[in-house]
């Protein structure tokens, strides 16, 4: 207790007026959609040009079908199948929390590939603009965990900027959720701006793409070290998590899509 430092209580909810609420995490959800989109249509425009500004404006419903279908799905499979097995209705409870990054990125590739198949757009060369912008998502997201004091860290006693989480218990623990908001989102979006923006690499179709797959995979392994396991799932085989798991097949397919890669006519 003596490294612990106070955790700043912010409410979770961030304005209500009767029975409606807004909270932080909806909001992060609608302004990372919101500043993708936005920062998307400009990407989009750079050469080789590979969709209009209204095919972009379409995506967006699209894209957020995905993430809030395939984030809900994925975490009812991948992380309580057994409970929503005995409790089908409470999957639609999407307000009470409990959504997944690997499935709502499964949820945005389905969605990506019917958009471009419908459009008869690139998916591969929207997909690599596309990849660039979601770490935006990814920050605010983690942010809004840290706001609702969830998804903490595993103890750690002996760390100056451990903090006491309210549901996390008396230890002092990392705060895990800024770690993943750091790895994930800044270093990951700075990352892929900056590729993007040089030429022989956006004529690589799949390079883009396949950065930020293997990207994230990357950082969401490092950041399962410090974070504390769901307490329904525990570790693992050889002390891995549920989210290492599920992160290496994303290692190993933005590797893959890096590797074989080529340069557009």
Same mark, same amino acid.
């Given at each position: 207790?003596?490294?612990?430092?106070?955790?700043?209580?912010?409410?979770?909810?961030?304005?209500?007026?009767?029975?409606?609420?807004?909270?932080?995490?909806?909001?992060?959800?609608?302004? @990372? /959609? $919101? !500043? %993708?989109? &936005? =920062?998307?249509?400009? #990407?989009?425009?750079? *050469?080789?040009?590979?969709?209009?500004?209204?095919?972009?404006?379409?995506?967006?419903?699209?894209?957020?079908? @995905? /993430? $809030? !279908? %395939?984030? &809900? =799905?994925?975490?009812? #499979?991948?992380?309580? *199948?057994?409970?929503?097995?005995?409790?089908?209705?409470?999957?639609?409870?999407?307000?009470?929390?409990?959504?997944?990054?690997?499935? %709502?990125?499964?949820?945005?590739?389905?969605?990506?590939?019917?958009?471009?198949?419908?459009?008869?757009?690139?998916?591969?060369?929207?997909?690599?603009?596309?990849?660039?912008?979601?770490?935006?998502?990814?920050?605010?997201?983690?942010?809004?965990?840290?706001?609702?004091?969830?998804?903490?860290?595993?103890?750690?006693?002996?760390?100056?900027?451990?903090?006491?989480?309210?549901?996390?218990?008396?230890?002092?623990?990392?705060?895990?959720?800024?770690?993943?908001?750091?790895?994930?989102?800044?270093?990951?979006?700075?990352?892929?701006?900056?590729?993007?923006?040089?030429?022989?690499?956006?004529?690589?179709?799949?390079?883009?793409?396949?950065?930020?797959?293997?990207?994230?995979?990357?950082?969401?392994?490092?950041?399962?070290?410090?974070?504390?396991?769901?307490?329904?799932?525990?570790?693992?085989?050889?002390?891995?998590?549920?989210?290492?798991?599920?992160?290496?097949?994303?290692?190993?397919?933005?590797?893959?899509?890096?590797?074989?890669?080529?340069?557009?006519?």
């Amino acid at each position: 207790m003596l490294f612990a430092i106070p955790f700043p209580m912010i409410d979770p909810t961030l304005v209500q007026i009767g029975p409606i609420a807004i909270r932080w995490y909806a909001l992060a959800y609608i302004v @990372g /959609i $919101v !500043l %993708g989109w &936005r =920062l998307m249509l400009r #990407l989009v425009a750079l *050469p080789q040009v590979v969709a209009t500004r209204q095919q972009v404006d379409d995506f967006v419903t699209w894209a957020t079908l @995905g /993430i $809030v !279908l %395939g984030g &809900r =799905l994925g975490y009812v #499979l991948f992380y309580r *199948p057994g409970y929503y097995l005995f409790h089908p209705l409470e999957i639609l409870a999407v307000w009470g929390g409990g959504m997944s990054f690997h499935g %709502g990125a499964l949820g945005v590739i389905v969605a990506l590939w019917l958009y471009c198949r419908q459009q008869r757009i690139d998916f591969i060369a929207f997909g690599d603009r596309l990849a660039t912008v979601v770490p935006l998502g990814l920050f605010l997201g983690r942010c809004a965990n840290f706001v609702n004091g969830e998804l903490w860290g595993r103890v750690a006693p002996d760390v100056p900027w451990a903090m006491v989480f309210p549901t996390g218990g008396p230890e002092p623990r990392h705060p895990s959720q800024l770690y993943q908001a750091g790895m994930e989102g800044i270093v990951l979006f700075l990352l892929l701006q900056g590729l993007v923006r040089v030429p022989a690499l956006r004529a690589r179709r799949g390079f883009l793409a396949g950065v930020f797959i293997a990207g994230y995979g990357v950082a969401r392994i490092i950041g399962e070290f410090f974070r504390q396991p769901d307490a329904h799932l525990g570790f693992l085989f050889a002390g891995a998590t549920m989210g290492q798991v599920l992160s290496v097949p994303m290692v190993l397919l933005g590797g893959w899509l890096v590797l074989r890669s080529r340069a557009r006519a």
